[in-house]
Each structure stands twice: as C-alpha cells, then as structure tokens.
C-alpha cells in the first residue's frame, strides 16, 4: 500500500471512475478536477462515481480555465497526476471542432504548464488515442507508427501527446502518454458505438424500442476494456523513467460482428434490427485499427484480462439489469434470463 495522492482530471467519465477504484484500492488519496455545475448537480452528474464519493475529494475547476487549474495544483502535493478530461466524442469533433481543439490542447497545456510552476516533480499521465494513427501507415500500430490523424479529435490528441512529449525533453518532467486503442464497458457513454448497440439489443428485448440506427458497420476496432487499461495508465507512472506506450488488444473486430455478438447474448438476430442510416457517417473514418501492445506487456508487464466476447457479455448483462429495473420490468416474470457470466464483472456501482 502506498501513501501516494494523485489528481485525475475527468474523473467522472469512464476511465476516471475506474481509475479512481484502483487507485484506491492500492491505497492512494484521491482528487478530482470537476466542473462547478457538476457539484451543483450530483445525482445526475456524478453517477460512476456514486460510490466513491466519501473516499474521494473533488475540487471544482475546468480545463478552460488556468487560474482554476492553477489554483487546485497550488492546494495540494500531488505525486501522479491523470489527465483524462477530454472532449472525447469523435464525430461530435466534426461538428465543433474549436471546442474539441480549445478544451483537448488548451487544456492539457495549462495543466502541463501549471505543474511546471508549482510541481515539476509530479508525474503526469497524457489520455493519447489510437485516433492519433487515423489512415494508418502500418498495421498493426505501435509507438514508433507515424500519425494521421483524421478528425478534428485525432488532431487534438496528437498536439496534446507532442505538448506532453516537449515537456518531457524540455523541461524533464516525467511526462507519459499512453496510446490507448478503444477501451469499453458498462460505464461507457450511450453515444459510442459499442454501448449504444448493447443497450439498444436490451431495449429491443424488452419491447422497449424496435430498431437501432447505425453508421459503418465495417470500421472495425481494437476493444478493450476500461478497467483493464487503467491499471496500464498507473504502471506508466510508477516506472524509472517516463515513456509512451500503446494499450491494445491486438484483434479487431468491426462494427458488424460487434452487433452480431451482442444481439446474439440475447437470442436476436442483430440483421433484424440494424438500420443503416447515413447520418451516423463521418466526414473521414478511421476504417481500421488494431495495436500492438507489445511494448507495455514487456516493460509494464501488463496484460489485458477481458476477451471481446466477455466485455459483450458484461455489458449486455449491466444494460439489462438497469434498463429492466428503470422500467420496472421483471426479467424473470419475463422470462428472459441473464446472459451467462464467463467472467466476473468489474462493474461497481454507477
Ligand atoms: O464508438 P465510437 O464512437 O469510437 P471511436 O470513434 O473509435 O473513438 C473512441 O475510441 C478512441 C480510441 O480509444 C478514443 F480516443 C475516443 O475518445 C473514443 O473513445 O466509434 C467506433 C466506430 C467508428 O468507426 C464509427 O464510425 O463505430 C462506427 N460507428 C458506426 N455506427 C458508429 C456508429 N459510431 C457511433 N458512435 N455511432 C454509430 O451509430
């Protein structure tokens, strides 16, 4: 157990509530940047990290802001410190690509430039994204991969990464990125592919809807699951020395088998359900991804836990589980049982 404290921006998403689990469970003191509006709003704002919230401390801030950066880091004696924040919805990046540009490079700037003034010692996690690889130049991508980024996101994290890599070399600050490939799980947004199609199946199942309206089914994608990828981010701060390293899988799989897999957890033919609607395309896609995450399992000695097939199942099983209980439905009165769990859930609370 270590006495560590570490700051996590973005702790209210996805990876921050994980992160914040684990961190805690290896006994660090745990902060979080949030916006003021989500302390005015907690049971709406705050609901994956419901069951932490009297083990961690949130300070209000926001990534727009440096004086209010500047002001938490001049709080507290920060050892790690977890910059998640994001805006990390790619096609939204299409639609307003000033915000994604100002929140994902201004941001990471101020929390880089705040450290250096007040803790140059603390060690700084950058959320870099197999996005960056875009049109990929070769397959599978890893470390040494060039970018091409293809979305007003993609272009955000590679300026975040090369800001994170100057103040490595500039100033010697342990700076890492990790080069994480997609990372999924019951916890993930509605808006991305995979838990807009697990919570759609549900809903079908239980009558609740009819159809679900998808883009490109035959991008295909590395995924993984979140709570296995940040035990990858922590590793990267507690090496000798800082690097970047890429999170993957190693397999991809498209959109289409992702549909088929979930739909078939629930005995539904996925072909029965799935439109094809044109406004779910993106201006450039990213057509196909897959990392070779051969560097972080050599010297972080990290390896992932979930396979593909059990990410689905977890997922498909927590959607059911609250879809069915906010519509007051009982699963068995119903007749339709849970999926079989091949592995133990990770999902906590939320
Ligand atoms: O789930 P997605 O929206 O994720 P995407 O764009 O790969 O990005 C995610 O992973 C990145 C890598 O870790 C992160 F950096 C990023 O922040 C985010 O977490 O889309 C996946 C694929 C795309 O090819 C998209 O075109 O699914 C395709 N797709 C097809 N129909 C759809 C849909 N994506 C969404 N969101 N919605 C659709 O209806």
Not at 2 to 25: F, M, N, P, V
Not at 144 to 160: D, E, L
Not at 207 to 228: F, I, Q
């Amino acid at each position: 157990m270590t006495s560590k404290r570490a700051l996590i921006t973005g702790i209210t998403g996805q990876d921050g509530s994980y992160l914040a689990e684990h961190l805690l469970s290896l006994g660090y003191e745990v902060h979080g940047i949030v916006r003021r509006v989500a302390l005015e709003d907690p049971e709406r704002r705050f609901t994956r990290i419901a069951h932490l919230l009297d083990k961690i401390n949130l300070h209000a801030a926001s990534l727009e802001s440096y004086p209010s950066i500047f002001s938490v880091i001049s709080r507290f004696e920060f050892e790690e410190c977890y910059h998640l924040a994001a805006q990390s919805f790619v096609a939204e990046s299409f639609q307003d690509g000033f915000s994604t540009m100002n929140i994902n490079i201004n941001g990471t700037h101020y929390l880089l430039a705040a450290l250096k003034e007040l803790l140059p010692g603390c060690r700084f996690y950058f959320a870099g994204s197999s996005e960056m690889f875009g049109k990929v130049q070769e397959t599978p991508q890893k470390e040494t991969t060039p970018f091409h980024p293809r979305s007003p996101y993609g272009i955000s994290k590679v300026a975040g990464f090369e800001l994170t890599r100057n103040y490595r070399e500039a100033y010697g600050m342990f700076c890492a990125s990790g080069l994480l490939f997609n990372h999924e799980g019951p916890r993930r947004g509605f808006e991305f592919v995979t838990r807009k199609i697990t919570n759609a199946a549900v809903r079908i199942k239980l009558g609740l809807a009819t159809e679900v309206r998808l883009g490109n089914l035959d991008a295909t994608r590395d995924w993984g699951h979140a709570a296995d990828y940040v035990r990858a981010m922590h590793l990267m701060l507690v090496q000798p020395t800082p690097d970047d390293y890429v999170v993957a899988s190693g397999e991809t799989h498209s959109v289409r088998e992702f549909c088929e897999r979930a739909f078939a957890i629930l005995d539904l033919d996925y072909q029965d359900f799935v439109v094809v609607d044109d406004q779910f395309y993106r201006p450039a896609e990213v057509d196909v991804l897959v990392g070779d995450a051969s560097k972080a399992r050599k010297v972080l000695g990290w390896k992932p836990t979930y396979t593909l097939q059990e990410l689905i199942e977890e997922m498909v099983r927590e959607d059911l589980r609250t879809v069915a209980g906010a519509n007051g439905i009982n699963l068995e009165s119903s007749g339709i049982s849970y999926p079989e769990a091949s592995k133990a859930s990770s999902y906590i609370g939320g």
